[in-house]
């Protein structure tokens, strides 16, 4: 069979013909432009990275579940970066995202995500981890190293290509698929992390109406596959398994009783300095 056919034999990774491949949700083409002319800006070319626009200009062609798994075969880049349209590099380039993910590999090799906000099993410490600024204010990482985290963000990921996670088949739509990647990666025997990598992202993060439903399809799913506790998105707190359940049950009640005694503790102090005036 030799005669007719050209097999490869293959005994590492192949080679990629790019250093990034930088895939983009694109709804509008003037966010777009924006973050094209910042990447330009910073150092990626077309001599180092492809560009990949998703385009749900007119309509949604993917979603953020599908979008990965429709360009992936294509891919030519080492690492894939997956972002919003609505960033924008404002400070670090490419040489910084090199200095991070060549840091990121010697500190963990089996990493497979990273990202600029994200959070941690509820319990552990901190929760929140973030490095960008947004609407919402201005924030950095405690450390200049990467942080592990068990949830990300979805504006702007990076993987290494060849051990990429991939969201669930089962799911569609714009809400967690990051953090689902997370727990993909982890039953993978990968990592995820937070890096330092300073960008605006120019979105408010909206929790529209089909959020609760996403969230409840993936806590169900990961209950049912043993993950158990509470995990810390940037939006939301995620229960997973009955006693993670109950306790952010008990905690919403209790903030709910704060909120209540707070209010009718103001209306008697309200009372009392009325009686007193009377």
């Known amino acids: 069979m030799r005669d007719t056919l050209s097999p490869i034999f293959v005994t590492k990774p192949l080679p990629s013909e790019k250093e990034f491949s930088i895939v983009s949700l694109v709804a509008t083409q003037e966010r777009y432009d924006r973050l094209l002319r910042s990447l330009a800006a910073k150092g990626f070319s077309d001599e180092n990275s492809e560009f990949l626009a998703i385009d749900n200009r007119n309509r949604n062609s993917f979603d953020g579940y599908s979008a990965l798994r429709g360009v992936l075969p294509g891919l030519r880049g080492r690492y894939v970066l997956f972002t919003h349209d609505d960033i924008e590099l404002i400070s670090d380039g490419i040489d910084e995202l090199r200095r991070l993910l060549a840091k990121l590999e010697v500190l963990d090799p089996k ?109 169900r799913k990961y209950s049912q596959l043993s993950i158990k506790g509470r995990i810390q998105t940037p939006a939301a707190a995620l229960a997973f398994g009955w006693r993670a359940k109950l306790n952010a049950f008990l905690s919403r009640q209790g903030q709910r009783l704060y909120r209540i005694k707070a209010k009718f503790g103001r209306l008697f102090a309200r009372l009392s300095r009325h009686s007193r005036r009377s």
């Not at 990482?141 to 990429?164: A, I, K, Y």
């Open 111 to 219: 990493w497979m995500l990273a990202g600029n906000a994200g959070g941690v099993f509820i319990g552990s410490g901190d929760t929140h981890f973030l490095h960008l600024d947004d609407p919402h204010g201005s924030f950095r990482l405690p450390t200049s190293d990467p942080v592990r985290v068990w949830g990300l963000d979805e504006n702007f990921l990076v993987m290494p290509r060849h051990r990429m996670p991939l969201p669930s088949l089962d799911f569609s739509g714009f809400h967690l698929f990051a953090t689902d990647m997370c727990l993909q990666a982890r039953a993978a025997g990968g990592t995820s992390y937070v890096i330092p990598f300073l960008l605006r992202h120019h979105g408010k993060g909206l929790v529209d109406g089909t959020y609760p439903r996403a969230q409840e399809r993936l806590e």
